[in-house]
T-cell receptor, first 115, second 114 residues
């Protein structure tokens, strides 16, 4: 298993540009998550999904959109990039069942710089 | 809403020293508790977790944590650290009911020096 994969690893955007951060998992996990990690701030949940076609906002959803058309993929979309979105983005997934009690498996992260 | 406090921003220890990283949470109900580790340049990995039962939980690489319900704490310990333990450590919690995602603390950076 590849686990949780993320692309790209690093990206520089200009203010106002848009991009999609890709996340895929091959573990048949129902639950998937997007976090951002800022220095000294820990991880903040952006969006999560409990299954294909279902998404929910996390703590910091403004400026982002997600979709979940398949179990495997959970892309994160930035429509109008702002400097405040400079961060490291982590995707995670967890087992089905009592999903939020289960371990989350994290991807390697995408480092985004908005200038 | 839940919150997690990690008291130490940066801890520096010599090899073989004992480690204890503090974690306190605020939530009135039953919780699940986690410690994740992020080694330099790598993604987060689970160290250990507590759902129920024995409040002393043993994880990988010799780490353990003790859940003290009366103190809302879940401190991470290791009797003797190694240079390879240099990493950032995150405590996380979620409610043991319903559809509540993890809430992470801000993290504690551990530097182990020879």
């Amino acid at each position: 298993n590849a686990g949780v994969t993320q692309t790209p690893k690093f990206r520089i955007l200009k203010i106002g540009q848009s991009m999609t951060l890709q996340c895929a998992q091959d573990m048949n996990h129902n639950y998937m998550y997007w976090y951002r990690q800022d220095p000294g701030m820990g991880l903040k949940l952006i969006y999560y999904s409990v299954g294909a076609g279902i998404t929910d906002k996390g703590e910091v959803p403004n400026g982002y959109n997600v979709s979940r058309s398949t179990t495997e993929d959970f892309p994160l979309r930035l429509e109008l990039a702002a400097p405040s979105q400079t961060s490291v983005y982590f995707c995670a997934s967890s087992y089905p069942g009592l999903a939020l009690q289960e371990t989350q498996y994290f991807g390697p992260g995408t480092r985004l710089l908005v200038l | 809403a839940q919150s997690v406090s990690q008291h130490n921003h940066h801890v520096i220890l010599s090899e073989a020293a004992s480690l204890e990283l503090g974690c306190n949470y605020s939530y009135g109900g039953t919780v699940n508790l986690f410690w994740y580790v992020q080694y330099p340049g790598q993604h987060l990995q689970l160290l250990l977790k507590y759902f129920s039962g024995d409040p002393l939980v043993k994880g990988i690489k010799g780490f353990e944590a003790e859940f003290i319900k009366s103190k809302f704490s879940f401190n991470l310990r290791k009797p003797s650290v190694q240079w390879s333990d240099t990493a950032e450590y995150f405590c996380a919690v979620n409610a043991n009911s319903g559809n509540t995602p993890l809430v992470f603390g801000k993290g504690t950076r551990l530097s182990v020096i020879a």
